[in-house]
């Protein structure tokens, strides 16, 4: 493998890991308050995806116009997708708040099998962007909205095309500022409170329900963010896409400690680079099972996750 090569392929898992990252963020969040695995979140992500398609077939949107397209497809996923995934948590998980946790896992696989039906329904959208709506289940192109000419030159050993701008240009931000909300703002105390001992934040005058809804709503925000970069940078979505990037992401969140923000980029990264690598020298076959393998190693050895920290099982 040359070093170009080698370059090459830690640039296209570096991209791969930050999209896995972002919707990791969003598990990670999300299990943190209330230790629920929530399935749907692939499936909002799927969603968000083929609203911003449904967005750039309405208005016509192209590499000419890509100055005022992200930032339009950025605000409305991210809106769309905060909506969908509050609204799962007050239909559905709300009043299952004291409900065994079984219930509730079943709950959020229901959900994801719902929502990922109505991305099959939204793909008969009578649109040219959705191939006149004959086959809402095969995979659709995305319109360019980024050229492919290369930033670091036409003599370059190494592909770096805004696309992959793109992706570092806003996920490493949103990360930042994500990580400072959770930090440093009154909410995302009582987010960090909520997430320690519900009871006890309760009687410390903490509307937890409220907090449990904004969570929700930042992590489909996320989502949406998300669904923006993956389909600007790979070009295609289809109403299954949400199974792959929720199984990646998942395993992101648990392979850097569930719960722990840093462990869900890191662990996102993680999973990236090893795709790429493991992609060019066993085959995309293989990838897979390299991943999980790696997974269930780093688990042998630190059964929380990377990051992850030994805490006391609450009884």
Same mark, same amino acid.
């Given at each position: 493998?040359?070093?170009?090569?080698?370059?090459?392929?830690?640039?296209?898992?570096?991209?791969?890991?930050?999209?896995?990252?972002?919707?990791?963020?969003?598990?990670?969040?999300?299990?943190?308050?209330?230790?629920?695995?929530?399935?749907?979140?692939?499936?909002?992500?799927?969603?968000?995806?083929?609203?911003?398609?449904?967005?750039?077939?309405?208005?016509?949107?192209?590499?000419?116009?890509?100055?005022?397209?992200?930032?339009?497809?950025?605000?409305?996923?991210?809106?769309?997708?905060?909506?969908?995934?509050?609204?799962?948590?007050?239909?559905?998980?709300?009043?299952?708040?004291?409900?065994?946790?079984?219930?509730?896992?079943?709950?959020?696989?229901?959900? @994801?099998?719902? $929502?990922?039906? &109505? %991305?099959?329904?939204? =793909? /008969?959208?009578?649109?040219? *962007?959705?191939? #006149?709506?004959?086959?809402?289940?095969?995979?659709?192109?995305?319109?360019?909205?980024?050229?492919?000419?290369?930033?670091?030159?036409?003599?370059?050993?190494?592909?770096?095309?805004?696309?992959?701008?793109?992706?570092?240009?806003?996920?490493?931000?949103?990360?930042?500022?994500?990580?400072?909300?959770?930090?440093?703002?009154?909410?995302?105390?009582?987010?960090?409170?909520?997430?320690?001992?519900?009871?006890?934040?309760?009687?410390?005058?903490?509307?937890?329900?409220?907090?449990?809804?904004?969570?929700?709503?930042?992590?489909?925000?996320?989502?949406?963010?998300?669904?923006?970069?993956?389909?600007?940078?790979?070009?295609?979505?289809?109403?299954?896409?949400?199974?792959?990037?929720?199984?990646?992401?998942?395993? @992101?969140?648990? $392979?850097?400690? &569930? %719960?722990?923000?840093? =462990? /869900?980029?890191?662990?996102? *990264?993680?999973? #990236?680079?090893?795709?790429?690598?493991?992609?060019?020298?066993?085959?995309?076959?293989?990838?897979?099972?390299?991943?999980?393998?790696?997974?269930?190693?780093?688990?042998?050895?630190?059964?929380?996750?990377?990051?992850?920290?030994?805490?006391?099982?609450?009884?």
């Amino acid at each position: 493998m040359t070093l170009a090569l080698f370059l090459q392929l830690m640039v296209d898992g570096l991209a791969n890991g930050l999209i896995f990252a972002l919707v990791a963020l969003g598990y990670t969040m999300i299990y943190g308050i209330i230790e629920l695995i929530n399935f749907a979140h692939g499936s909002v992500v799927m969603l968000a995806a083929f609203l911003a398609l449904t967005v750039i077939g309405a208005c016509g949107f192209h590499p000419g116009n890509a100055w005022l397209a992200l930032p339009v497809l950025l605000v409305a996923c991210a809106a769309f997708g905060a909506g969908v995934a509050w609204g799962v948590d007050q239909i559905a998980y709300r009043p299952l708040r004291h409900a065994p946790k079984l219930t509730v896992l079943v709950t959020a696989l229901g959900m @994801a099998f719902i $929502l990922k039906n &109505i %991305g099959l329904v939204w =793909g /008969a959208l009578p649109m040219d *962007v959705f191939g #006149g709506g004959s086959a809402p289940s095969s995979q659709k192109s995305v319109p360019d909205l980024l050229s492919s000419v290369n930033l670091l030159g036409d003599g370059a050993s190494v592909y770096i095309a805004p696309r992959e701008v793109l992706v570092a240009g806003v996920t490493l931000p949103l990360m930042a500022v994500l990580t400072w909300f959770i930090r440093s703002t009154r909410l995302g105390t009582a987010m960090r409170a909520v997430a320690q001992n519900p009871v006890a934040a309760r009687l410390m005058g903490i509307d937890v329900d409220r907090v449990i809804g904004v969570t929700f709503a930042i992590g489909g925000a996320l989502a949406g963010v998300a669904a923006v970069v993956y389909v600007v940078y790979n070009g295609s979505v289809q109403f299954q896409m949400g199974y792959y990037l929720g199984l990646m992401a998942f395993t @992101a969140a648990v $392979l850097g400690g &569930i %719960g722990n923000l840093p =462990g /869900a980029v890191l662990g996102g *990264v993680i999973i #990236g680079l090893v795709q790429a690598y493991a992609g060019f020298w066993l085959g995309s076959d293989w990838t897979n099972a390299v991943v999980f393998s790696v997974l269930i190693l780093v688990l042998v050895f630190r059964p929380n996750g990377l990051l992850g920290v030994r805490v006391r099982e609450k009884v």
